[in-house]
């Protein structure tokens, strides 16, 4: 189920140097919401969700979580206020156990003290709890995003950017993970999921937002958004 709007983003433009990597783009999620956001290589989603998290800053428009301007938050400020995201890539704390690596994020969403008991749920919520101990260079491809996930999950979001946790894994990892994120969404967190996987992505998805080229070219029901013709010609035909 969805509900009020959750997340604004209004005419966002971002650039590097001379060139415009997202070009007056809108993009909103209802509480509650799975939005998948796809497109070509460097159309620009992973400058989103840098837009939205705060590891980059926006040259343009605003952004809007829970009715408050966020766009010159601090990115812990904005993980404070519910709006998490994952990596592309995967970057584990190398030094640190399996467990440990979670107590970081509970001190970065201003939790800790209640660590051990968090820590203990989101393990077991994504089935690492036999690998609390592990180090992060024993853990597979898998393991590894569920670890991501479970980062994300002790900083309690409502919203959770989700940029590609499914590259390289086999389509029952893939499942894995698709359930994964399927609960935390029935647990009522709104999630973005960006991904080439286009079965995973409409799968999961109630709604499909398309950029190419910094633009958002697509926005809506995901059967007509990938029957529309600009969307096959500058996507999926590529
Ligand atoms: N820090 C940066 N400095 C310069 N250019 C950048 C930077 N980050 C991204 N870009 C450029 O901006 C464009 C959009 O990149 P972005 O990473 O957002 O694409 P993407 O849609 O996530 O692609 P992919 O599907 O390959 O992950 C690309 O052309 C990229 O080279
Ligand atoms: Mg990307």
Same mark, same amino acid.
């Given at each position: 189920?969805?509900? #009020? ?5 209004? *005419?966002?433009? @971002? ?6 990597? /997202? ?6 999620? %209802?509480?509650?919401? +799975?939005?998948?956001?796809?497109? #070509?290589?460097?159309?620009? @989603? ?8 705060? %590891? ?11 009715? *408050? &301007?966020?766009? +010159?938050?601090?990115?812990?400020? &904005? ?10 890539? #995967? ?14 994020? /509970? ?8 660590? %051990? +008991? !968090? ?11 036999? &690998? *609390? ?12 995003? @569920?670890?991501?996930? !479970? ?22 990892? =893939?499942?894995?993970? /698709?359930?994964? /994120? ?7 967190? !709104? ?9 995973? =992505?409409? %799968? ?11 633009? @958002? ?22």
């Amino acid at each position: 189920m969805t509900g #009020p709007l959750l997340f604004r983003a209004e *005419r966002i433009a @971002k650039r590097f140097g001379g060139f415009t990597a /997202l070009d007056s783009v809108d993009f909103e999620v %209802s509480a509650g919401e +799975r939005v998948g956001l796809i497109g #070509p290589n460097g159309s620009g @989603k992973s400058t989103l969700v840098g837009c939205a998290s705060g %590891s980059l800053r926006n040259n343009e428009g605003a952004i809007w979580f829970e009715g *408050r &301007r966020i766009d +010159r938050l601090s990115p812990h400020k &904005r993980v404070r206020a519910g709006l998490v995201r994952s990596f592309q890539l #995967p970057r584990p704390f190398r030094g640190l156990t399996i467990a440990e690596n979670l107590r970081v994020p /509970l001190f970065f969403a201003g939790r800790a003290g209640r660590d %051990s +008991r !968090a820590i203990d749920e989101a393990l077991d919520f994504v089935g690492l709890s036999a &690998r *609390r101990d592990t180090m992060p260079a024993d853990l597979t491809q898998v393991d590894l995003r @569920k670890l991501d996930l !479970a980062r994300a999950t002790v900083a309690e979001p409502r919203l959770l950017f989700v940029d590609e946790a499914m590259a390289g894994l086999s389509q029952s990892e =893939v499942d894995e993970i /698709l359930a994964l /994120l399927m609960r935390m969404n029935a647990r009522g967190v !709104a999630i973005v999921m960006i991904e080439h996987i286009m079965r995973a =992505v409409t %799968s999961f998805s109630q709604r499909l937002v398309v950029l190419v080229a910094g633009r @958002k070219i697509a926005d809506g029901d995901p059967t007509k958004v990938l029957a529309d013709a600009d969307v096959q010609r500058a996507y999926l035909g590529e």
